[in-house]
């Protein structure tokens, strides 16, 4: 039986069933209130002819429906004009139920717009568009609670570097951006209501987010995040891992590659036959041994317990570093000393949002299922899809969690592992 019946005023008769499709004959019977063309409410009408229309519908039992409608033409004889009936269970605009628009528009966000096209029985083009009139509508009314604490960070999308905001105290992502210039990230945070409430933006070390922030909550201590700031660190020593590779035999080379994560973690964390196997190397070049013992020292400045222990350790390091070792750490010396008083506020202020580096990952499983998306289609798919919104009372929302988005992405991995 056919889901059509759920439409009221319609009548159907046969329907021809095929391999993938259902094809539905179907008549409206409902006559029309009044005359479209001069609006008289008790119209004389004569029925003028019929014309066949075929309207999509939402698939049946994994087949795609197409509901063939006998349109039924009249004739005014107060006005003259003819015109056809009203059918209000469809889209004239695009041939297909209102049903069938609204399952578009939740599968727009979620699989790719070919999939849903050949699924439905519609044109991609069609998908395309009613998923963007769609975000065009969900735009509209997105306007994320703003939090006392708000993150700042670099998203790569779509061939260059975005901006993304986070909610730090919920862990959610509150918006993307197409750029990360001053203007567009000041534009942004100026917008905010009751910006005046924020207490902390935490950063990577780029100088508008900082002017920006700045120019717009005034009254907010800035903060770059922990995550940018120990980064430097490990490049720096695996630099030095990278050059050793220069002279030594292929199998030497493999080792040293193999031996990437062990340098990387923390002393404290390796396993005893992982210190062993790492001791070889630094043992057996004392330049990574510096290195290595230069990146340990400082990590441990993160473990301070104030903002004034933490500024003398960092000048003992490096006071301490011999030559080379402090020709390694270069990148890392500038940052601190360029960015020590927003670098040292997390002292105060331990505040981080490099949970939002799986951000990177959702991005590539979406640029990887639909290739030629724009950023605003990505945009769209990261806010308004499968990530659940935390709600904070009624009305307002606090982003898009990205614990949820982190699952999501081990789950498209896992997918595309299994169809390999």
Known sequence: MSNLLNLNGWSTSATVESEHDLLIPAEYRVEPPCCIRCGNAEPRLKKHGVQEQLFMDTPLHGKRVGI??????????????TFQQQLPDMDEKRTMTGRLVKHVEKLSLERTFSQIANDVGVHE???????NDHIGELNASYWPLTPNYIGIDELFLVGKPRC???????????????????????????????????????????????DAALTAMPDATVVVD?????KLANHALDTVRRSLREGKTAKERRVLLRSRHLILKRRKDLTPEEFTAMQEWTDAVPVLFHAYQAKEDFFDIYQCRDRLEAMELYDVWKACLDPATKSTFYEVIRAVDNWRPEIFNYFVYPVTNAYTESANGVAKVL???????SFDAIRAKVLFGQ??????????????????????????????????
């Open 164 to 210: 993304i905001f986070t909610n730090c105290m919920e862990n959610t992502i509150m918006d993307l951006l197409p750029n990360r210039d001053k203007a567009t990230v000041t534009a942004w945070l100026m917008q905010r209501q009751l910006r005046e409430l924020v207490e902390v933006v935490t950063i990577d070390m780029w100088k508008p987010y900082r």
């Open 367 to 373: 640029a990887r299922m639909g290739r030629g998306y």
């Open 226 to 230: 922990k995550f940018h700031v120990v």
């Open 125 to 131: 083009k069609t998908v395309r568009n009613i998923f």
């Open 68 to 81: 063939r409608v006998k349109r039924q033409r009249f004739k005014c004889f107060d006005c003259g004009g």
């Open 387 to 420: 990530a659940k919104h935390k709600r904070p009372k009624f009305g307002e929302t606090f982003g898009v969690s990205v614990p949820h988005l982190v699952r999501l992405d081990r789950g498209h991995a896992s997918d595309t592992l299994n169809s390999e």
